[in-house]
């Protein structure tokens, strides 16, 4: 594998476009909208492209990174054309999961190998190379291209067919949205009888409670400092993939609806840009009501 594209280059894509630029030995093409985003990439050391067609055809390996199914839907129809044999593409991104396994298997007829690879963590651990990444899709493939994802990430699980990685990432997404308004409602108790945010974290720090939510939030709830590493817009789009999967699994859980209805009503007050852990907003607000 001589030459890695990259495609998608928003806070997350950049961080872990770097890392591949630092530590892969070949040639890095990258792809934006955002030329200011591609001309940073080229400061560090990669080539841009002119275009996804251009990434199509002259990399070995594709890796995408953008916000949504539609975004994923027409970079893949710009690179259909121009897939072949030998490669393999790696969708990145959060979508939806029957999008990405009806996207495969557009792939699949043009020889190359389509996975699924999104990942966990935000910002800090992306520009650290150290995400967690979960694959859906042939596992040959993965192993091929492995050592290019552990530039990006130090974990790394498969975890089955197309898609597969894609239904593990909402889990995962929905199950730290529960462990969250579980801290919001709790903190917003804790408020009420006086109980200051840095006693509320030590104390929970004691028992059965501790939680990396918490652990990794504090100070900003504390400051009530919401700038963005990773987006309530971002986990909004989660938590209603997760509401697709259920409605296509015939599964009733009323937690996730406790939950969707908080980041609805933080969509609705505006709070889509600010980090996601600005749900305490919406939590303590809704408290008093």
Request: neutral net charge; hydrophobic residues 45%.
């Amino acid at each position: 594998m001589k030459t890695i594209g990259f495609i998608g280059l928003g806070l997350m894509g950049e961080a872990m476009s770097k890392n591949i630029v630092a530590k892969f030995t070949g040639t890095v093409l990258v792809f934006d909208i955002n030329q200011d985003a591609i001309n940073r990439l080229v400061l560090q050391g990669a080539q841009a492209a002119i275009s996804v067609a251009d990434i199509a055809q002259r990399a070995d390996v594709i890796i995408s990174m953008v916000p949504r199914s539609e975004h994923v839907r027409d970079i893949y129809q710009k690179m259909l054309p121009y897939l072949h044999d030998g490669q393999i593409t790696i969708d990145m991104s959060t979508i939806d999961p029957s999008v990405s396994v009806a996207i495969s298997r557009q792939v699949n007829h043009t020889g190359a190998i389509m996975l699924d690879a999104p990942v966990v963590k935000s910002v800090p651990a992306a520009q650290k190379g150290e995400l967690g990444i979960y694959i859906g899709g042939n596992k040959a493939a993965w192993e091929k291209v492995s050592p290019i994802l552990a530039m990006m990430g130090n974990n790394q699980i498969h975890m089955g067919g197309n898609g597969r990685g894609l239904v593990m990432k909402i889990v995962h997404n929905l199950l730290v949205a529960g462990i969250q308004n579980s801290v919001n409602e709790m903190l917003t108790v804790a408020d009420h009888y006086g109980i200051d945010k840095a006693d509320f974290h030590k104390a929970i720090s004691f028992g059965g409670a501790t939680n990396w939510y918490l652990d990794s939030k504090i100070n900003s709830l504390i400051a009530e400092d919401f700038r963005t590493a990773f987006s309530l817009q971002n986990m909004a789009k989660d938590v209603n993939i997760m509401k697709s999967l259920l409605t296509e699994a015939g599964l009733f859980l009323p937690g996730v609806n406790v939950v969707k209805n908080v980041y609805d009503q933080g969509m609705e007050n505006g709070l889509g840009g600010e980090d996601f852990s600005a749900t305490w907003k919406v939590v303590k607000h809704s408290a008093r009501k």
